[in-house]
């Protein structure tokens, strides 16, 4: 950007040339002694201040400022900004759209989501090709296979050293340009990790297992845990190769953890961990990019707010909302805007999968959109139905996911019974989604 060919007005509306930009950046550095380099489409004050001492900031010390109007420069949003706090760095972007401004919380992320992985290739080869081509990996994530534990899920999660290297690292991939063994990959931000606070986890009493087998019941989950100290679990919870174990105390949940990961069942490795609380605004909500109805988190059986841990599914807090046409005055639904079509616009022919997440509302979409972006055939749906006592058709549809990569196959029935086609299938889609 040649700033010494334009002209800016400043913010009590008086046209500010080149030179007085300079001038006035160059008084800023004086004053406060903070350097300013300008790269990678960004001009950088400070980072670190003068006279800092010591590592810079943990993460969760940067917020996002978007709008700015493009007529600001730092001399004008550094005393701003100073008011809340000495700043160790500020990024200005070079382009700007000229509205108020939003402040949220930077996500400082550094782990980057790996799409179609071939599903026989281990941890260390998956390590070595990002490394081949991407700087500041720290650690590859691999999850085994559900039904085969010597293969992986077919994605992996790779961890940089800042955000800046996995945002790197992300346009270094993004145009498909590298093909590690011969595939096509797949490269997003990965959903930022859980923090939960540490009051909220000393009350937590359920422990979450990982790679179990498909095979692996209940009852035998349960036995394991019992073994250490019998009678200490109230209930288990299995979902596919997952579970989430209960315990009436959680003096009991913290010495199963230590006992028990790592631990064989049924000839796999188990992970186990303290299950982090959910609530209304995260776990397959956020998966969902907020367009499925509050309401309908309902349907699925979803937070106990007396002790901050997740029901069991199919045992619904409340089926008073949402269905058959009923709706919660405290639970908005997604908001739909239409637009006048005039004659003359023109139209262009486009695929549903080139759209994004957040042009879909319902989870039936949801559903058939991340089967095809995982390769998997689409979700196929067989309705089944019963009579209530006083004579309803009561339905429910199964769903069936195939995997054409290996040929596996899942079914998914969520516990709950509708009274409409259409609130059985979306009930349907949403308990497939969270199970995935």
């Given at each position: 950007?040649?700033e010494e060919?334009?002209t800016?007005a400043?913010?009590c509306?008086?046209?500010?040339?080149?030179?007085?930009n300079g001038?006035?950046l160059?008084?800023?550095?004086?004053?406060?002694?903070?350097?300013?380099?300008q790269?990678?489409?960004q001009?950088?004050?400070?980072?670190?201040?003068?006279?800092?001492?010591g590592?810079?900031?943990?993460?969760?010390?940067?917020?996002?400022v978007?709008?700015?109007?493009?007529?600001?420069?730092?001399?004008e949003?550094v005393?701003?900004?100073?008011?809340?706090?000495?700043?160790?760095?500020?990024?200005?972007m070079?382009?700007?759209?000229?509205?108020?401004?939003g402040?949220?919380v930077?996500?400082?992320?550094?782990?980057?989501?790996i799409?179609?992985?071939?599903k026989?290739?281990?941890?260390?080869?998956i390590?070595?090709?990002?490394?081949?081509?991407?700087?500041?990996?720290?650690?590859v994530?691999?999850?085994?296979?559900?039904?085969?534990?010597?293969k992986n899920?077919?994605?992996?999660f790779?961890?940089y050293?800042?955000?800046?290297?996995a945002?790197?690292?992300?346009r270094?991939?993004?145009?498909?340009?590298?093909?590690?063994?011969?595939?096509t990959?797949q490269?997003?931000?990965?959903?930022?990790?859980?923090v939960v606070d540490?009051e909220?986890?000393?009350?937590?009493k359920?422990?979450y297992?990982?790679?179990l087998?498909?095979?692996?019941?209940?009852d035998?989950?349960k036995?394991?845990?019992?073994k250490?100290?019998?009678g200490?679990?109230?209930?288990?919870?299995?979902?596919?190769?997952?579970?989430?174990?209960h315990?009436f105390?959680?003096?009991?949940?913290v010495a199963?953890m230590s006992v028990?990961?790592?631990k064989?069942?049924?000839?796999?490795?188990?992970e186990?961990t303290?299950?982090?609380?959910?609530?209304?605004?995260?776990?397959?909500k956020q998966h969902?990019?907020?367009?499925?109805s509050?309401?309908?988190?309902?349907?699925l059986?979803?937070?106990?707010?007396?002790?901050g841990?997740?029901k069991?599914?199919?045992?619904?807090?409340s089926?008073?909302?949402?269905l058959n046409g009923q709706?919660s005055?405290?639970?908005?639904?997604?908001e739909?805007?239409?637009?006048?079509?005039?004659?003359?616009i023109?139209?262009?022919?486009?695929s549903?999968y080139?759209?994004?997440?957040?042009?879909?509302?319902?989870?039936v979409?949801?559903?058939?959109y991340?089967c095809?972006?995982?390769?998997w055939?689409?979700?196929?749906y067989?309705l089944?139905?019963?009579?209530?006592?006083?004579g309803?058709?009561?339905?429910v549809y199964?769903?069936?996911?195939?995997?054409i990569?290996d040929?596996?196959?899942?079914?998914?029935?969520?516990?709950?019974?509708?009274t409409?086609v259409?609130?059985?299938?979306?009930?349907?889609?949403q308990?497939?989604?969270?199970h995935?």
């Amino acid at each position: 950007m040649h700033e010494e060919n334009k002209t800016a007005a400043n913010g009590c509306g008086k046209i500010r040339s080149g030179a007085q930009n300079g001038a006035a950046l160059l008084a800023l550095m004086e004053k406060t002694g903070y350097s300013m380099v300008q790269q990678n489409g960004q001009r950088k004050f400070g980072g670190p201040p003068p006279g800092w001492e010591g590592p810079p900031p943990p993460r969760g010390c940067e917020v996002f400022v978007g709008k700015i109007p493009r007529d600001m420069y730092e001399d004008e949003l550094v005393p701003v900004f100073e008011r809340a706090g000495k700043i160790y760095e500020l990024r200005l972007m070079m382009e700007f759209s000229g509205k108020f401004i939003g402040v949220c919380v930077s996500l400082d992320n550094c782990r980057l989501f790996i799409g179609a992985i071939p599903k026989d290739k281990k941890k260390e080869e998956i390590l070595n090709e990002m490394k081949k081509v991407t700087e500041g990996v720290v650690d590859v994530i691999v999850y085994p296979n559900a039904t085969d534990k010597t293969k992986n899920r077919g994605f992996a999660f790779v961890e940089y050293e800042s955000h800046r290297a996995a945002a790197m690292a992300r346009r270094r991939l993004i145009p498909g340009t590298f093909q590690p063994w011969g595939h096509t990959i797949q490269v997003d931000w990965a959903d930022p990790e859980k923090v939960v606070d540490e009051e909220t986890m000393q009350r937590v009493k359920v422990l979450y297992v990982r790679n179990l087998m498909i095979s692996t019941t209940e009852d035998k989950i349960k036995a394991e845990f019992n073994k250490f100290k019998p009678g200490v679990v109230e209930r288990v919870k299995k979902l596919r190769d997952y579970a989430f174990v209960h315990f009436f105390h959680r003096e009991d949940a913290v010495a199963a953890m230590s006992v028990m990961n790592g631990k064989c069942i049924d000839g796999a490795s188990i992970e186990v961990t303290l299950a982090k609380p959910v609530n209304k605004e995260s776990s397959w909500k956020q998966h969902f990019n907020g367009q499925i109805s509050p309401s309908s988190e309902n349907l699925l059986g979803f937070p106990n707010k007396e002790d901050g841990t997740q029901k069991s599914l199919g045992k619904p807090a409340s089926l008073s909302v949402r269905l058959n046409g009923q709706h919660s005055p405290s639970s908005p639904e997604v908001e739909r805007s239409t637009y006048p079509f005039f004659p003359g616009i023109k139209l262009t022919p486009i695929s549903m999968y080139s759209l994004k997440l957040n042009h879909f509302s319902s989870a039936v979409m949801h559903l058939d959109y991340f089967c095809h972006k995982n390769s998997w055939a689409p979700p196929e749906y067989c309705l089944y139905s019963t009579t209530s006592q006083d004579g309803k058709i009561l339905l429910v549809y199964r769903v069936l996911i195939s995997s054409i990569a290996d040929d596996s196959q899942s079914y998914f029935m969520p516990e709950k019974l509708c009274t409409t086609v259409e609130d059985a299938k979306e009930l349907a889609a949403q308990f497939t989604l969270l199970h995935l």
